[in-house]
């Protein structure tokens, strides 16, 4: 025992790969939570939930070891999240377009006074 009163601590535990990086020597795939957040959001529902659903599996899945699983997770999340951004696209160009028409039908049937 020091002067001082108790024992430093231990020092921590070494660094090993296994633990850390799951075995896969580096970093795990990207997650796109924000991406698939952010479609769901603003883009199309259904599409937007499938792929926070894989983006939620992305990072316990390389946590588990699984480094094939993770990086297929990944990639479907990115997909759908693209898919929903392109449908929302489509979905709100088709919304103007109904809009616009149904606003040149009102104003023509308005002129032949009807």
Do not use: H
Request: hydrophobic share 45%.
């Amino acid at each position: 025992m020091s002067d001082y009163g108790t024992p430093p601590p231990p020092p921590p535990p070494p660094y090993t790969p296994d633990y850390y990086s799951s075995g896969a020597g580096g970093a795990p795939p990207p997650n796109y939570l924000v991406w698939a957040i952010l479609s769901t959001v603003l883009c199309c529902l259904p599409l937007g939930v499938v792929s926070i659903v894989f983006a939620a599996q992305v990072n316990s899945k390389w946590a588990a070891g699984d480094v094939a699983g993770a990086r297929e997770a990944s990639n479907k999340a990115k997909n759908f999240a693209m898919w929903s951004a392109i449908a929302g696209v489509v979905a709100g160009i088709l919304w103007l377009v109904f809009v616009v028409a149904l606003g040149s039908f009102g104003s023509s049937s308005m002129s032949n006074g009807y």
